[in-house]
């Protein structure tokens, strides 16, 4: 299993800048993809980003795609999420969490997820 704890979320205004983390500990996760999803009241949750741990591979939802940056420091376990040109519709609360599979966008491909963190944008 892999625990995993956000941080960074807070409130920000449209068009400002925001970098949010993911803190991972537990078993070996060199081989897993860590994602990003997001989840705002009375929606499902969505795919926003994901990185293999041991490669540069990546994948983005097309509403982020390039706005948001997805980044690892293996050094420190954390996988980041910059969010750049952020809108009022990228209000959410943010989670990460952990596959097994090849940088899957499904929720259901994810077995530990973090606890997440709220980001607003205010118009």
């Known amino acids: 299993q892999v625990q995993l704890v956000e941080s960074g979320g807070g409130l920000v205004e449209a068009g400002d800048s925001l970098r949010i983390s993911c803190a991972a500990s537990?078993?070996?996760?060199?081989?897993?993809?860590i994602g990003w999803f997001r989840q705002a009241p009375g929606k499902e949750r969505e795919f926003v980003a994901a990185?293999?741990?041991?490669?540069?591979?990546?994948q983005y939802a097309d509403s982020v795609k390039g706005r948001f940056t997805i980044s690892r420091d293996n050094a420190k376990n954390t996988v980041y999420l910059q969010m750049n040109s952020l809108k009022p519709g990228d209000t959410a609360v943010y989670y990460c969490?952990?596959?097994?599979?090849?940088?899957?966008?499904?929720?259901?491909?994810?077995?530990?997820w973090g606890p997440g963190t709220q980001v607003t944008v205010s118009s």
């Open positions: 990185t293999r741990w041991s490669s540069r591979n990546t």
């Open positions: 969490a952990a596959s097994r599979e090849f940088l899957s966008t499904t929720p259901d491909a994810y077995d530990d």
């Open positions: 537990g078993r070996s996760f060199t081989t897993y993809t």
